[in-house]
């Protein structure tokens, strides 16, 4: 479990400085793959993941688009929850808005879905 913990933690590291020095989706996304499908294949991860995207919306700092990605894919209401939380405990716009965004990427019709091979290939473009 602990192997599983630090892998997760290294892979979602690594996604965010993807995101950070990327310059398209096609930059970073395989490494958001990466850690969505390493929570698929294991499970136990779950745990870690949540709460470093968790974190990641309380407190700022990494892609907001990791964050929106990883949202889409895994629709965790724990993430729904935790972003308008935080909206709702700001006035500030420039949390608010990225978060609406996070909110959006749950639904099963995300228009930002487009912009990563992972869904623009599903059923002819949609999920």
Request: glycine content about 8%; charged content about 30%.
């Amino acid at each position: 479990m602990k192997r599983e913990n630090d892998e997760m933690r290294r892979l979602v590291e690594q996604a965010n400085q993807a995101c950070s020095t990327g310059l398209s989706a096609e930059d970073y996304e395989a490494a958001f793959v990466a850690v969505v499908d390493f929570v698929h294949a294991h499970p136990g991860g779950r745990p870690t993941l949540l709460s470093l995207l968790l974190n990641q919306i309380r407190e700022g700092g990494g892609c907001i688009e990791f964050v929106e990605f990883c949202a889409h894919e895994l629709r965790w209401v724990e993430i729904r929850q935790g972003a308008t939380d935080r909206i709702a405990s700001t006035d500030d716009w420039r949390i608010k808005t990225p978060l609406s965004n996070v909110v959006r990427a749950l639904d099963a019709d995300w228009p930002d879905a487009e912009i990563y091979e992972r869904w623009r290939t599903k059923n002819g473009g949609a999920e």
